[in-house]
Nanobody, 120 residues
Framework: QVQLVESGGGLVQAGGSLRLSCAATGSISSINDMGWFRQAPGKQRDQVATITSGGTTYYADSVKGRFTISRDNAKNTVYLQMNSLKPEDTAVYYC??????????????WGQGTQVTVSS
């Protein structure tokens, strides 16, 4: 069994910062891509940022220059540093990871979500 456990969400004023963490635990052989999505009320879940096992990163245009994704492969953990937060960043943030429990096949796992609320 593999679990992704998120932490670090909360309430912050516009212009402030938050750091999200997501640790993958359980029967893990290797992890490829890790990333963050977000879902605002009444909207679809959108990709925010992704990082490969080699450290290549991708960002949605809406967060470029403000958010930074990183990972600690030894800890199977991915982070999202969010700076210059805006009210429109308010959403439930979900992490995901492509995990192999052995062999060549990878499955995508999701965290339970953590609420980020940015007040104006």
């Amino acid at each position: 069994q593999v679990q992704l456990v998120e932490s670090g969400g909360g309430l912050v004023q516009a212009g402030g910062s938050l750091r999200l963490s997501c640790a993958a635990t359980g029967s893990i052989s290797s992890i490829n891509d890790m990333g963050w999505f977000r879902q605002a009320p009444g909207k679809q879940r959108d990709q925010v940022a992704t990082i490969t096992s080699g450290g290549t990163t991708y960002y949605a245009d809406s967060v470029k220059g403000r958010f930074t994704i990183s990972r600690d492969n030894a800890k199977n953990t991915v982070y999202l540093q969010m700076n210059s937060l805006k009210p429109e960043d308010t959403a439930v943030y979900y992490c995901n990871a492509d995990v192999s429990r052995g062999g060549r096949f990878f499955n995508k796992y999701w965290g339970q979500g953590t609420q980020v609320t940015v007040s104006s």
